[in-house]
């Protein structure tokens, strides 16, 4: 048998009904052997028969569902034995077709007990195309409903002769009151004028009218509803209007649905607006507070919050229950009084609480009543305990937080204020809410990880101590950007060369995340490399930008591969305490700051060069400048000058003044330029360098000019001896005369020309031997029959470290040896 939905005056309640216009809802009225005794224009409409066609012929004529039953009353019990309430069912249009429709029964009585039955019928076959389509829908589902609607049948002269029980709920109005009286006098408190027009032009028209209303329910003046009451004309069989047909539907639980579902429509939009794990948790808690509940708490498992950690699973937690921390609370009462935990505090979890059963299953738990009497798991719990006494908490419902098979947290639905207890359309409605934040949150979970993940790279990758020696002193401070943009690819280093130079970096890839931080660690460890080289500045710069365009190259090559970010700038520069001279080279970076011992600001007109990676041919340029002793230099990268409201130029000169105290130490002076940046949402990463040149004594240099001859050596051995002497570093006296009479052979025996010594004490003990000859020297091994080959050997041996570096018409040999 088709399915059809049955209402009777005692009823069972479905999904609740919508306001709109029922104007295409279908309606007849039958008598108890399913004769229709009266039609609607909705009805000719949906069937293709007019009033004359049916009225006083058996309903079965368009609904086949009917054909079997003797009465109606027998067709009603049948359906309930057979199919319950489902309005699934069709009509038989004129011209043959079959149409799907829903259906709906209602009882109607009369004066002298007579019982006829309204069928509302609504095609569901035809999408809606308008706002009135819309509308219409709406209520067209509601009559497939089995909430209980009020029906009112009325004469041509209005008053009332046939109604239902159901419409007493509306109204207060009983229907032995109600049968045999006009509007004015059974519905009071209406504007009953403005409804008798309304049905007046029903009766006239042969149309269908909605209109809407508040009243007050009859058991208390104290709460208003809305209602909406449509009115339909009634036709005979000479189609001539009998009556209006009244449906009253109370709109209350309708537009609480409307508005929980709204609800569900903007969880799926405004929760996916952040990045940050933490600010979704509290904007869930706000959505959900007081639609669905009158206190919420968003409690997540750590690792979502710290974007580290193993996820947890949905519904494989054993015995040992994972750590959750409060990620969002809110309540109706100000200050949320309901709440024991505060953000990103640890929620204690007991063993038999609904946490740990929720944790454990993965399925909701809802305890429509708090029970708190004595054993429970309330009982065992006496701080919880307490709160619940002191709000009044007696229904409340715990909902896992579930994406892509992991656990992410419970979300806790609290009523105080609200008597009404949670229901399971409660939780089905917070599970379908839950299941779209989820996606948020996850979203935002998974960038945590890569974040943190970024964050961990690029501080592993930067230099954990700064190594200036006896050239500068050095701080640094580094912010990344905020949790919407993750870390990006700021670097710096102070990497010490020889003579106790050093190099001075800074640099910023493009991008953010994951991929710049693993960038920028091949651009530090490719500088670092070159840096041993000693190479000029602009030279070291050209083959960076070398290596950065191969590498892009390469990665093009692989369409598998994912595109590394291209493009970085980088400031390099070298200086030399012994002359006091800096030589810096930039590539697409801004210039830094420096900042004289009395105070005086300047940034140098440097060349600013093309950045690394970018291809444009365009040779790099290097300056040198003379730097006086306790001069500050600030490298720095474009986080800490420019931002979404201050242009670069503005930035720089705010820094500048920031760093104009050059008596203060290098970490006060950090943290005075970092502040600004700090108090705003960084849309970059923030790197600050700052170092303050110092100066070897004359006394700490010595040098000589040595002829290049076989006396070079012996002479180069006494004057160093001599040196050593003075310095007070006698012990030192062998392993220095062996090292430079290998490097000064050396000299002689490759260069043509002049042949320089030079010996610096700072941290160590520095030994150079210049020439000619650019070529480095390499270090071999010699056979047992060879007879040279092994200075370099004993060299390495007896120094701390060796190298060559080229300079101007020739190159440095050099060797370390430790001073203690």
Excluded at 287 to 300: G, Q, R, Y
Excluded at 435 to 461: G, H, K
Excluded at 772 to 795: F, I, K
Aim: aromatic share 4%; proline share 6%.
């Amino acid at each position: 048998m088709p399915r059809t939905t049955i209402a009777t005056d005692r009823v069972t309640l479905g999904r609740q009904m919508h306001a709109s216009d029922v104007s295409d809802t279908a309606f007849a009225l039958l008598d108890e052997q399913g004769t229709v005794v009266a039609w609607t224009q909705a009805a000719e409409h949906l069937a293709g028969h007019a009033a004359r066609d049916v009225v006083g012929r058996p309903a079965a004529l368009v609904l086949p569902c009917m054909g079997a039953a003797q009465t109606m009353s027998a067709y009603v019990e049948q359906c309930r034995a057979r199919n319950g309430w489902s309005g699934a069912s069709a009509v038989r249009h004129r011209d043959g077709r079959v149409l799907p429709a829903g259906l709906r029964i209602t009882s109607v009585r009369g004066q002298d007990g007579a019982v006829r039955w309204l069928v509302s019928a609504t095609d569901v076959g035809v999408p809606s195309g308008s706002a009135m389509d819309a509308m219409n829908a709406s209520v067209q589902g509601a009559i497939l409903d089995r909430a209980p609607i009020g029906v009112v049948i009325r004469d041509r002269r209005l008053r009332c002769i046939l109604a239902n029980d159901a419409m007493e709920s509306h109204d207060g109005i009983s229907r032995d009151r109600r049968l045999g009286r006009g509007i004015t006098d059974a519905w009071p408190g209406v504007e009953t004028e403005a409804t008798e027009a309304v049905m007046g032009r029903v009766l006239g028209s042969g149309s269908t009218k909605v209109h809407e209303y508040r009243t007050w329910l009859p058991a208390s003046r104290g709460e208003e509803r809305p209602f909406a009451v449509s009115f339909s004309c009634l036709q005979g069989a000479d189609g001539r209007a009998l009556g209006v047909c009244t449906i009253s539907i109370d709109l209350t639980e309708s537009r609480r649905e409307r508005e929980r579902l709204a609800v569900l429509g903007e969880a799926g939009t405004r929760l996916g607006r952040t990045l940050d794990v933490t600010q979704t948790g509290q904007e869930l808690a706000d959505l959900a507070v007081p639609l669905l509940a009158d206190f919420v708490t968003v409690d997540l498992e750590q690792s979502v919050l710290l974007g580290e950690g193993p996820s947890i699973g949905a519904g494989t937690v054993g015995e040992r229950l994972p750590v959750l921390r409060r990620a969002g609370l809110a309540s109706i009462a100000p200050g949320i009084p309901e709440s024991l935990w505060v953000h990103g505090e640890p929620v204690p979890l007991g063993p038999a609480s609904p946490y740990a059963e929720v944790l454990r299953t993965g399925r909701s738990c809802l305890q429509s009543i708090v029970d708190a009497a004595p054993g429970s798991w309330i009982d065992q719990d006496p701080a919880r305990a307490r709160k619940i006494h002191e709000h009044g908490m007696h229904s409340v419902m715990v909902v896992p937080i579930r994406a892509r098979r992991a656990l992410l947290g419970v979300a806790v639905f609290v009523r105080t204020e609200n008597r009404a207890p949670l229901k399971e359309d409660d939780v089905l409605l917070a599970e379908e809410f839950l299941r779209r934040a989820a996606v948020a949150l996850d979203n935002a979970r998974q960038y945590r990880r890569e974040q943190t993940a970024a964050l961990a790279l690029q501080r592993s990758l930067l230099p954990r101590r700064l190594r200036g020696g006896a050239a500068v002193e050095a701080a640094s401070h580094y912010l990344p950007a905020d949790i919407d943009r993750c870390v990006g690819g700021d670097w710096f280093d102070v990497i010490p060369l020889s003579g106790a130079r050093v190099a001075l970096v800074v640099g910023d890839v493009v991008g953010h995340g994951i991929g710049a931080a693993a960038a920028m660690g091949r651009l530090r460890a490719g500088v670092h490399a070159l840096s041993g080289m000693e190479l000029p500045p602009d030279e070291l710069l050209a083959h960076v930008d070398e290596a950065v365009q191969r590498e892009a190259e390469g990665d093009g090559d692989d369409p598998d591969q994912l595109t590394a970010p291209v493009g970085a700038t980088c400031l390099y520069a070298v200086y030399d305490p012994v002359t006091r001279r800096c030589t810096m080279t930039a590539a697409g970076h801004p210039p830094p700051a420096i900042i004289d011992p009395q105070g005086r600001v300047t940034f140098p007109d440097l060349p600013t060069g093309a950045p690394l990676g970018i291809g444009l041919g365009v040779p790099f340029e290097a300056v040198e400048l003379e730097l006086p002793e306790g001069t500050l230099l600030a490298f720095y990268t474009d986080g800490m000058v420019e931002t979404r409201d201050q242009d670069i130029e503005e930035g720089m000169h705010r820094l500048g003044i920031a760093l104009a105290r050059p008596d203060l130490p290098l970490d006060d002076l950090s943290t005075r330029a970092m502040e600004p940046v700090q108090a705003q949402a960084a849309c970059d990463d923030a790197s600050l360098l700052l170092v303050r040149t110092r100066a070897l004594a004359p006394a700490q240099v010595a040098g000589w000019a040595l002829p290049p001859d076989e006396t070079a050596a012996r002479r180069a051995r006494d004057l160093a001896a001599g040196q050593l002497a003075a310095w007070g570093m006698e012990a030192l006296e062998d392993s220095t005369k062996s090292i430079i009479s290998e490097l000064v052979a050396n000299a002689v025996r490759h260069g043509t020309g002049p042949i320089g010594l030079r010996l610096i004490q700072h941290q160590v003990l520095t030994i150079e031997v210049s020439d000619s000859d650019p070529r480095s020297p390499h270090m071999r091994s010699a056979r047992t029959t060879d007879e040279n080959g092994r200075g370099l050997a004993m060299v390495a041996r007896l120094s701390r470290r060796w190298g060559s570096r080229p300079v101007p018409g020739g190159k440095v040999v050099w060797a370390e040896a430790n001073i203690a």
